[in-house]
């Protein structure tokens, strides 16, 4: 097995890749939205395309890479995001932004769901969560620097510079995949991609209770960061009135509370035990989702009230995604591309189409997405509930 450390320093730097071309530009969307001449809906349009063609990659980035290995799909998928991340620097039409959005997310998608899978493929279900908590504490700095990064270079450069920096940063997660990333998948299927086999393992996978439970709740709960995502842009600038250079930083405070959930996954799991820890968790995210829901039906709408209760809720998310995605997938080791694919699809299509949604809605206020913020992690809890149930049982149930 690789040295820890150093992996956790390379999957952290492949799997962060394809997330950047969502944060990298937020504090641009004005910005483009005027110099394309689209509306509000258009221009967060470009996030949407991207999370759509995304999930259906990751979908089928799962399969390949439990068909060929884990190597080559994550080398060619990082390639293929580098080439057009540096076409989009050229286009001239909103239409254009999207084909190649669509295109960028195809190559983008790779390092995501592949890296989960490798971490399967290397580590039990106990070392697998400990293992994405320290992947998710380095990751956790992406969402917080690039839309900081991304607001000075669209002050100092405009917004087209984003995409040279996402090429660059692309590159060198080709360089360290190349160099680094052996192939774990030491039992590849060659009938992982037979249309019988596909549909046999998903199916299985649905009809899993847990494996939908902990996904269901997953892709719910993380619908709400997608809800803040799309709309945060117009709120700040537009609502609040922050500068494009300074409306990043709303986004960094709570990033922060994500990589402090993260850094207490190791402390707290062997004490509390995963079962219990993450049931807290989901309590802590429905307190704070629906804090932020309350505080403008009250009329109070203020930064502090937005991104008080966001911090609150991402650390809360900070013990959510390892906690759950390692109980959604220890009982699949032979199909855990399929596995990490499926979860992936859910909370990257569920995600887009939620803040497609906050963008139709958007009618100048913060309450399209607050109240979309709320219901959301209400669904959530409400999910987990009726499939896995409250009452934490036995680990040795989700033995491999």
Same mark, same amino acid.
């Given at each position: 097995?690789?040295?820890?450390?150093?992996?956790?320093?390379?999957?952290?730097?492949?799997?962060?890749? #394809?997330?950047?071309? !969502?944060?990298?530009?937020?504090?641009?969307?004005?910005?483009?939205?005027?110099?394309?001449?689209?509306?509000?809906?258009?221009?967060?349009?470009?996030?949407?395309?991207?999370?759509?063609?995304?999930?259906?990659?990751?979908?089928?980035?799962?399969?390949?890479?439990?068909?060929?290995?884990?190597?080559?799909?994550?080398?060619?998928?990082?390639?293929?995001?580098?080439?057009?991340?540096?076409?989009?620097?050229?286009?001239?039409?909103?239409?254009?932004?999207?084909?190649?959005?669509?295109?960028?997310?195809?190559?983008?998608?790779?390092?995501?769901?592949?890296?989960?899978?490798?971490?399967?493929?290397?580590?039990?279900?106990?070392?697998?969560?400990?293992?994405?908590?320290?992947?998710?504490?380095?990751?956790?700095?992406?969402?917080?620097?690039?839309?900081?990064?991304?607001?000075?270079?669209?002050?100092?450069?405009?917004?087209?510079?984003?995409?040279?920096?996402?090429?660059?940063?692309?590159?060198?997660?080709?360089?360290?995949?190349?160099?680094?990333?052996?192939?774990?998948? %030491?039992?590849?299927?060659?009938?992982?991609?037979?249309?019988?086999?596909?549909?046999?393992?998903?199916?299985?996978?649905?009809?899993?209770?847990?494996?939908?439970?902990?996904?269901?709740?997953?892709?719910?709960?993380?619908?709400?960061?997608?809800?803040?995502?799309?709309?945060?842009?117009?709120?700040?600038?537009?609502?609040?009135?922050?500068?494009?250079?300074?409306?990043?930083?709303?986004?960094?405070?709570?990033?922060?509370?994500?990589?402090? #959930? !993260?850094?207490?996954?190791?402390?707290?799991?062997?004490?509390? #035990?995963?079962?219990?820890?993450?049931?807290?968790?989901?309590?802590?995210?429905?307190?704070?989702?629906?804090?932020?829901?309350?505080?403008?039906?009250?009329?109070?709408?203020?930064?502090?009230?937005?991104?008080?209760?966001?911090?609150?809720?991402?650390?809360?998310?900070?013990?959510?995604?390892?906690?759950?995605?390692?109980?959604?997938?220890?009982?699949?080791?032979?199909?855990?591309?399929?596995?990490?694919?499926?979860?992936?699809?859910?909370?990257?299509?569920?995600?887009?189409?939620?803040?497609?949604?906050?963008?139709?809605?958007?009618?100048?206020? %913060?309450?399209?997405?607050?109240? !979309?913020?709320?219901?959301?992690?209400?669904?959530?809890?409400?999910?987990?509930? !009726?499939?896995?149930?409250?009452?934490?049982?036995?680990?040795?149930?989700?033995?491999?």
């Amino acid at each position: 097995m690789p040295r820890t450390g150093y992996l956790l320093v390379v999957l952290s730097t492949v799997m962060v890749v #394809g997330w950047m071309a !969502t944060d990298m530009y937020l504090a641009s969307l004005p910005t483009i939205a005027r110099e394309l001449r689209v509306g509000v809906a258009g221009a967060q349009a470009t996030i949407g395309v991207y999370m759509i063609s995304f999930a259906l990659a990751q979908l089928v980035y799962g399969p390949v890479s439990d068909r060929f290995g884990r190597r080559r799909p994550l080398i060619v998928g990082t390639a293929v995001f580098i080439v057009v991340s540096l076409a989009i620097t050229a286009i001239e039409t909103i239409a254009d932004l999207l084909v190649l959005r669509f295109l960028q997310a195809l190559g983008g998608a790779a390092g995501g769901v592949i890296c989960l899978a490798i971490v399967r493929d290397l580590y039990d279900r106990e070392a697998a969560a400990s293992m994405l908590a320290r992947i998710g504490t380095i990751i956790a700095a992406a969402p917080a620097i690039a839309p900081v990064l991304g607001g000075l270079m669209l002050t100092a450069f405009g917004w087209r510079a984003n995409f040279v920096f996402l090429a660059a940063f692309g590159l060198l997660g080709l360089i360290l995949a190349v160099i680094s990333v052996k192939e774990t998948n %030491v039992r590849p299927d060659p009938h992982a991609l037979d249309v019988g086999a596909l549909l046999r393992n998903y199916g299985r996978l649905l009809r899993d209770r847990t494996y939908v439970g902990y996904g269901g709740t997953m892709m719910l709960a993380f619908s709400t960061f997608f809800a803040f995502l799309f709309a945060s842009p117009f709120v700040f600038i537009e609502v609040l009135h922050f500068a494009p250079d300074e409306f990043p930083f709303m986004i960094s405070i709570q990033v922060g509370g994500f990589l402090s #959930g !993260t850094l207490l996954v190791d402390r707290l799991l062997p004490k509390v #035990g995963l079962e219990r820890l993450f049931r807290g968790s989901l309590v802590l995210a429905l307190a704070a989702g629906l804090a932020a829901a309350i505080f403008p039906v009250l009329g109070i709408v203020t930064a502090a009230t937005i991104v008080g209760p966001m911090t609150v809720f991402a650390f809360a998310m900070g013990f959510v995604f390892p906690l759950g995605t390692a109980a959604a997938m220890a009982p699949f080791p032979t199909i855990a591309g399929s596995a990490s694919a499926l979860l992936a699809f859910s909370q990257s299509s569920f995600g887009a189409l939620v803040g497609v949604l906050v963008g139709i809605l958007h009618d100048g206020s %913060v309450l399209p997405m607050t109240t !979309t913020m709320g219901a959301a992690i209400t669904l959530a809890v409400t999910v987990f509930v !009726t499939l896995v149930g409250w009452r934490p049982r036995n680990a040795a149930a989700f033995a491999d």
